[in-house]
């Protein structure tokens, strides 16, 4: 990820998040997204990156997204490339 470059602050994904309603993968509200199975997360959303990292995606502001975490887990990156 540091190879990739980018980053954001806490600042940043807070005002994200508050400016997200949804899930940016499956469009639910976050109250209709069931509770996770380990309870040690309390909320549905997660930071989710729109390119990859493993595939270029910077983990600046600008490329993550807040989805649930039944559509980030979801996601796979596919095969790395190098």
């Not at 990156?49 to 980030?72: F, R």
């Amino acid at each position: 990820m540091k190879a990739n470059g980018g980053k954001h602050t806490a600042a940043e994904w807070k005002a994200l998040l508050a400016a997200s309603p949804i899930c940016a993968g499956c469009n639910r509200p976050w109250e209709e997204i069931p509770k996770r199975p380990d309870p040690r997360y309390r909320n549905a959303w997660t930071k989710g990156h729109k390119i990859p990292v493993y595939h270029g995606g910077t983990d600046d502001i600008a490329n993550i997204q807040a989805e649930c975490y039944e559509c980030n887990f979801r996601k796979n990156a596919g095969a790395l490339t190098r």
